[in-house]
């Protein structure tokens, strides 16, 4: 097996382009698993670690041009769209760096570092990157839920140059990504999102699982419930493990939207988020427990959020 670690990014463009079929490497707790099962076995391998992409900032915006060139899919062709503040995170930034992001003013990262926070343990969050858990393509994986839930960017670099991605986009189905041969996963832009003074949040990452640590979900619910003055006014439910993606809930954040959160609100909500669901039954769970637990997880949310308005 050919090993590569290149030091830019054209470098590693240009490998993956004279080598179709070779895989991209960053902490490898996907891939090496994988490699040991024997269920997948590439000619190459591109470590990713010499990139220098396993840092992060916030950029206010205020040194770049307003608009930035949005791909939605590669036949659909270009739109522009304006982005805000947000951070910027390399692909290979590990779990044990998002899980330390700080969000004092409830602007949205908090909730991927919560995610982060309980992706498998210590060892694996020592290793795990932001772009793996993307790339790897998995409906359970818990930094994709909170990056679906916050509307986040991808940004990926190829032989016909950068381009940028609503997440919705990149997320094709189990173990399917939207990446075409040559191309490889960049970085990931979150934008930050509006908090009035006089609004509270909850944000938050749960999942249910076997067991309460180490766990693969079940089902997982990445969500942010921002209220003002008695009314929600912004609602994000994202679902993990109950759909061949990592989905939203956008039936049940309609109906939540501009109301306020009485128990009968969040109990059609949450009847709303369930049906939303689409799980299957496999070794770890049935179907229709999935579906008890997406009720669950949103009826437990939204009664926190009710609770922290009063
Ligand atoms: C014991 C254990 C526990 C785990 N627990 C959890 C958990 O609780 N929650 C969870 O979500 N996951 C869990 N995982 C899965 C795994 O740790 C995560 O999915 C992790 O984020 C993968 O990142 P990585 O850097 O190790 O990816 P890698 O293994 O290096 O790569 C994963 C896949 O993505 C591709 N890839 C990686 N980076 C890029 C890139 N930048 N561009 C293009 N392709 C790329 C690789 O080719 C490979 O196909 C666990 C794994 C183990 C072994």
Same mark, same amino acid.
């Given at each position: 097996m050919e090993y590569y670690r290149p030091t830019s990014v054209e470098d590693a463009v240009q490998i993956l382009g004279r080598s179709p079929g070779a895989a991209c490497m960053a902490g490898g707790t996907d891939l090496v698993v994988a490699m040991r099962s024997h269920k997948r076995g590439p000619h190459a391998i591109v470590d990713l670690s010499g990139l220098g992409l396993d840092t992060w900032i916030f950029d206010d915006a205020s040194n770049r041009p307003a608009k930035v060139k949005t791909q939605g899919t590669k036949k659909a062709g270009n739109d522009e769209q304006r982005l805000g503040p947000g951070w910027r995170i390399g692909a290979t930034v590990t779990m044990a760096v998002l899980k330390t992001l700080e969000d004092e003013d409830n602007l949205g990262v908090g909730l991927l570092a919560d995610a982060a926070s309980q992706v498998g343990a210590t060892q694996i969050q020592n290793r795990a990157t932001a772009g793996g858990n993307l790339c790897n393509g998995s409906p359970a994986?818990?930094?994709?839920?909170?990056? *679906?839930?916050?509307?986040?960017?991808?940004? !990926?670099a190829g032989p016909t140059g950068a381009e940028t991605m609503p997440i919705g986009k990149f997320l094709l189905g189990p173990g399917r990504v939207n990446l075409e041969p040559g191309q490889f996963l960049t970085g990931i832009f @979150?934008?930050?999102?509006?908090? &009035? &003074?006089?609004? *509270?949040?909850?944000?938050?990452?749960r999942k249910v699982g076997s067991r309460t640590s180490l766990v !693969?979900? *079940?089902? %997982?619910?990445?969500?942010?419930? *921002?209220?003002? &003055? %008695?009314?929600? @006014?912004?609602s994000r439910l994202a679902l993990s493990s109950v759909a061949p993606t990592c989905i939203r809930a956008t039936e049940a954040e309609a109906y939540l939207t501009g109301g306020p959160l009485s128990p009968d609100r969040i109990r059609e909500a949450s009847h709303l988020a369930r049906e939303e669901a689409r799980p299957i039954t496999d070794l770890r769970a049935t179907d229709q427990y999935r579906k008890e637990m997406v009720s669950a997880l949103v009826t437990d949310h939204l009664t926190r959020a009710a609770a922290l308005a009063q």
């Open positions: 994986a818990d930094a994709v839920c909170a990056m *679906v839930a916050l509307d986040a960017l991808i940004e !990926i @979150v934008p930050a999102h509006d908090m &009035k &003074k006089s609004s *509270v949040a909850l944000q938050e990452y !693969i979900a *079940v089902a %997982g619910l990445a969500a942010r419930t *921002v209220l003002d &003055k %008695g009314k929600v @006014v912004e």
